[in-house]
Structure formats: structure tokens, C-alpha cells
């Protein structure tokens, strides 16, 4: 990478991190995929039960594969034929890994969701929530950051679903209230009352969408 770019992402974490943590959550910086790997396997104790949503970015740091290798229990929903059993099972887990859809300079993440299981275990259920965030998420404020949310995490979804939403056809939001719509619930979680709940790990690349 780009040594200047590298930089820039670093004094940038740093301001989401403090951020984060006078929001009550942990921000860590991690210079690599590698690194944020390490970081994330050292936040989940041996025997956790492990779950998720979304997450691509959990994937492309090899944390999904890591924790379905390793000595963890990990809940996989696609096993579940019952589909409220699996969503239960998933508020029940001690560590739930997670995307942001952007986060703000200053620790705010947005969210958004179509069945709402993901932003529901995010603000609340799981006893922790490890984030794994590539800097290519970070927004200059919320505002900022729904509209990252909405025009380009949320259209680059309904084509990966393959939904029939105007989206798919612009690449842009429309604000529709199509059946197939994923813009159902934005959460956007600006404090957690519980301490050591929220850990986020930025990572110096380019992480999901
Ligand atoms: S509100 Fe509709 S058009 Fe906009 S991003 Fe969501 S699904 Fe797409």
C-alpha cells in the first residue's frame, strides 16, 4: 500500500478510536488483514459459542474460517431449518462478528437492515460484538454515513441477493418501499451502557461494501 495513504488511515483510526471509546467501545487499528485477524482470535475466548451477520469483511480477514476451524462452538444459521430457533440461538451467543456499514470519524456506526437479525444482535443479545471495519467505511459525520449506508452498501446488497429493488437497476437509493426492500431498520448505535460489549477493529484496507 500506499505509504502516505497507510498513514493517513492510521491518524484516522486514531480519531475513530478515541471516538469510540468515549462512546464506551474499544477501537483498535490494525495495519493489515493479518494483524486485525490476530486481533480479532485474541478478543474470543476458546470455547465461545460464535455467530454472525453479514460480515463479509469478518470473511475476507479469514476470521469465519478461523473460528469454524478452531476450538469454538460456531452457529451456523444456514443449518438451522428453524429459522426462529437459529435467531435465537444467535442472541444467545457470547460473541456475534459483525460489518459496520460506515462508521463516522468519531465512533458512530450505521447500520442497516431487511429482517433486522443483524442490527437486533448488535444492539443487544450477544455478550460481545466484534466489528471488523475496513478504513474505506469511515464518513465525516452520520449524515454522511447513511448515505454511505444507503447508496452504496445497500444497492451493492439487493444485487448480491439479487432483489427487486430500484436499487438494483440504479445502483442508487430510490427510497423505495419495495417488498424486497433491505432499508427496513437503520440502527445507529452512538453508545453502548455496557462496557467491553463493543469492540471495533479498523483495518487498513479496503473491507466489504
Ligand atoms: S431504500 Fe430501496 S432503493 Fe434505497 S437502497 Fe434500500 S432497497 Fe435500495
Redesign the pocket.
Known amino acids: 500500500m500506499n505509504p502516505n495513504i497507510e498513514k493517513r488511515n492510521q491518524l484516522l483510526a486514531e480519531k475513530v478510536m478515541k471516538g469510540l471509546k468515549s462512546r464506551n467501545m474499544t477501537g483498535y487499528y490494525a495495519a493489515s488483514k493479518e494483524e486485525a485477524l490476530e486481533t480479532a482470535l485474541k478478543l474470543i475466548p476458546e470455547g465461545s459459542s460464535v455467530t454472525m451477520g453479514g460480515a463479509m469483511s469478518a470473511h475476507e480477514i479469514g476470521l469465519v474460517d478461523a473460528v469454524k476451524k478452531g476450538n469454538y462452538h460456531f452457529i451456523d444459521r444456514d443449518a438451522y431449518a428453524d429459522k426462529r430457533a437459529a435467531m435465537l440461538a444467535a442472541y444467545d451467543a457470547d460473541v456475534f462478528l459483525a460489518g459496520a456499514n460506515a462508521i463516522t470519524e468519531d465512533g458512530v456506526m450505521v447500520n442497516i437492515d431487511g429482517n433486522a437479525n443483524r442490527v437486533s444482535a448488535i444492539a443487544q443479545g450477544p455478550k460481545k460484538v466484534i466489528f471488523i471495519v475496513g478504513m474505506n467505511k469511515v464518513c465525516d459525520d452520520v449524515d454522511g454515513a447513511i448515505k454511505r449506508a ?1 447508496n452504496v452498501a ?2 451493492i446488497n ?1 444485487q448480491r441477493f439479487g432483489l427487486a ?3 438494483s437497476k440504479t445502483g442508487s ?4 418501499k ?1 417488498p424486497d ?3 427496513c431498520q437503520i440502527l445507529i448505535t452512538r453508545f453502548s451502557r455496557h462496557a467491553g460489549r463493543i469492540h471495533v477493529i479498523l483495518v487498513n484496507d479496503t473491507l466489504g461494501f
Do not use: D, G, L, V
Open positions: 444507503r445497500a444497492p439487493a429493488t430500484p436499487c437509493c430510490m427510497n423505495c419495495s426492500t433491505i432499508c
